[in-house]
């Protein structure tokens, strides 16, 4: 701050640079960048990027993990194999049954909740706690949880359902047709409060003279969601919606915490199949072409967001 | 709905928020009576999913101060009981499992946290300041690195430790989740928004980057060095996927991996397993007390970035 005010930028810049850096081109600080980012990159490197290429070379041997090294060459062999598996489809086909089940009442009921809360002028933050706390708490916490309420026979859900008039419910995880349902409703307890702070984040970006005028105009409340909150959330619908469609392709905790997978293999999704063929049966190569087929899948979603997002913003 | 919106708010600074106005009187009463019972509708409907969501944690609570032998007779004797124990936190407690899991948890988090934190703000800085070569590339290697899933890569990362003999080590939780790309991004955006007078001026002075980083632009970032050290290190406590991989040595499990074998190992126990979920995640429940707003707004933060 002692530094005369007035001094111009580029001076100063011209004093420290070496005067062959100078004569290069604007100001080009290429050592010094490259050290700031060398410590993240070597992580980047050997934890990202690594493994991204080990996992597609690995998926063209038949690896196995008890044996060092790759193995023999398998060419195409692990694909053939996952994808005539009927284990694969019907674990590919329990994570899209997970996704349809939870992304719907996550996305509209976070919606609904934010608007409603919103809309609240006292006791805003308390439901925001209420809504929000489940989210930042382990995964294996909130299956101990559900699992217990779920308890056959004598647990709470059944308590309440006799309540009801129901008599002899099923066992929600123990019936094959159930079990998943099971672990989207845990789910959807546990993850709503991070939609519904996204959604919530939105609307406060929407100055609360537009509704208060709306309203002075004789726009009915209905009016006003449907005409002014709806359109200006429908960017952060996209975006909720595909982190979610994401997540869920990617879920493996409460399936392993909850059901193992079963009964039978009824609630078996990807990930659980990939861990199991790599650390159960050893099959590292297989493990590895399933790992890709997923990657492949949460990747080419995760792109069309990005190039829809680019092509909104350059629009 | 454009001209609705452009519209009202010039309307509205000639009435006056309070109402009081001649002119909005003939409106007002008609929209105010019907706002007023939809927000009563409203009210009853959020209200009603409030006392719906509180329900798992009460009950969690409720179950873990109900005697064991009480709490596996069922739902219906942990209800009716009035006798709230804090029997099995002590057991828990005198046991030592829960000890070296929280150590195991805090020693992993905590790393992860320091390290993620000062080398995420040190890439971050040259993308915000520094005019380089390989700059572009550097960008597009930032975004592809947030579309990867990281748990899909679980199989590669456990063959690489291994193959390092890293496996059954804190390391092998750690290294893995520090090149949280996102990090970066959200560095990035905040330096970018700080004013770069000053940094100018120790420029003029003879600071080198180094110092700039350390002693101007990371005291002035204070609030988004604290959100993401929270938010990360709420993410390496509850991840379970990679310490169930890499540690399979007792002694050095995680809070989520002994989790998952308390429902095991301890049976019929119901009042310790609901104790023992519940002191998983207390250190985060006190944490989100004090760290409330920043949790919430780093949440938002990352979430419209990712």
Request: glycine share 6%.
């Amino acid at each position: 701050m002692s530094a005369p005010p007035a001094q111009p930028i580029a001076p100063a810049d011209a004093r420290t640079a070496s005067p062959h850096q100078r004569t290069t081109t604007l100001f080009h600080h290429d050592k010094p960048a490259w050290l700031f980012l060398a410590p993240f990159a070597i992580f980047y490197v050997l934890f990202l990027i690594w493994p991204t290429i080990f996992m597609i070379i690995s998926s063209f041997f038949n690896s196995s993990l008890v044996s060092s090294g790759l193995g023999s060459f398998a060419g195409l062999a692990n694909y053939r194999e996952m994808l005539t598996k009927d284990e694969f489809w019907s674990a590919m086909w329990h994570t899209l049954q997970f996704t349809l089940y939870t992304v719907p009442p996550l996305v509209i009921l976070a919606f609904v909740f934010a608007i409603l809360v919103n809309r609240m002028k006292r006791g805003q933050g308390l439901f925001r706690v209420v809504f929000f706390v489940p989210f930042i708490l382990p995964s294996a916490t909130i299956s101990l949880i559900w699992l217990y309420i779920f308890t056959p026979a004598n647990g709470l859900l059944a308590l309440v359902q006799t309540w009801l008039g129901f008599d002899a419910p099923r066992p929600v995880l123990g019936t094959p047709s159930l079990a998943m349902i099971g672990i989207a409703l845990a789910t959807i307890w546990w993850t709503i409060g991070f939609n519904f702070i996204l959604y919530l984040a939105a609307l406060q970006d929407v100055p609360r003279e537009t509704y208060e005028a709306a309203s002075v105009d004789g726009a009915s409340p209905w009016q006003q969601i449907r005409y002014i909150t709806i359109p200006l959330l429908s960017r952060t619908t996209t975006l909720v919606v595909v982190l979610q469609i994401i997540a869920s392709l990617k879920i493996f905790d409460q399936v392993y915490l909850m059901t193992s997978g079963g009964p039978g293999t009824s609630t078996q999704v990807a990930l659980g199949l990939i861990t199991n063929t790599a650390f159960t049966d050893f099959r590292v190569g297989a493990a590895s072409a399933a790992s890709v087929l997923l990657f492949i899948v949460i990747m080419v979603i995760a792109a069309l967001r990005q190039l829809t997002e680019r092509s909104e913003r350059t629009a | 709905m454009a001209s609705e919106t452009v519209d009202t708010p010039r309307r509205r600074t000639g009435n006056g928020v309070s109402g009081a106005a001649p002119p909005a009187l003939t409106n007002k009463p008609k929209a105010k009576e019907g706002s007023g019972a939809f927000n009563i509708i409203a009210g009853v409907f959020v209200g009603f999913f409030a006392l719906l969501w509180l329900v798992p944690s009460f009950w969690a609570i409720k179950t873990s101060l109900t005697p064991n032998p009480t709490a596996a007779l069922g739902a219906e004797a942990i209800l009716r009981d009035t006798n709230p124990t804090l029997e099995s936190y002590m057991t828990l407690f005198r046991a030592g499992d829960i000890w070296n899991w929280y150590l195991a948890s805090a020693i992993t988090s905590v790393v992860t946290v320091v390290l993620t934190v000062l080398f995420a703000s040190m890439a971050a800085y040259p993308l915000s300041r520094l005019q380089f070569r390989g700059r572009r590339i550097v960008f597009l290697l930032m975004i592809l690195g947030i579309m990867v899933p990281g748990q899909v890569l679980i199989i590669p990362i456990f063959q690489q430790l291994g193959a390092v003999g890293l496996l059954n080590t804190y390391w092998a939780v750690i290294f893995p989740q520090v090149p949280a790309v996102i990090a970066v991004f959200v560095f990035k955006q905040f330096f970018d928004g700080l004013p770069k007078e000053l940094e100018e001026a120790a420029r003029i002075d003879g600071a080198g980057f180094w110092r700039i980083y350390w002693s101007i632009i990371m005291p002035l970032s204070k609030p988004i060095v604290a959100a993401m050290a929270v938010l990360t290190f709420v993410g390496v406590w509850n991840n379970l996927l990679l310490p169930l991989f890499v540690l399979s040595n007792p002694e050095l499990m995680t809070i989520p991996v002994g989790l998952a074998t308390v429902q095991g190992s301890y049976g019929q126990r119901v009042a310790d397993i609901q104790a023992s979920a519940i002191l998983g995640c207390l250190p985060l429940v006190v944490l989100f007390i004090f760290f409330q707003r920043r949790i919430i707004e780093g949440v938002a933060g990352t979430g419209t970035k990712g």
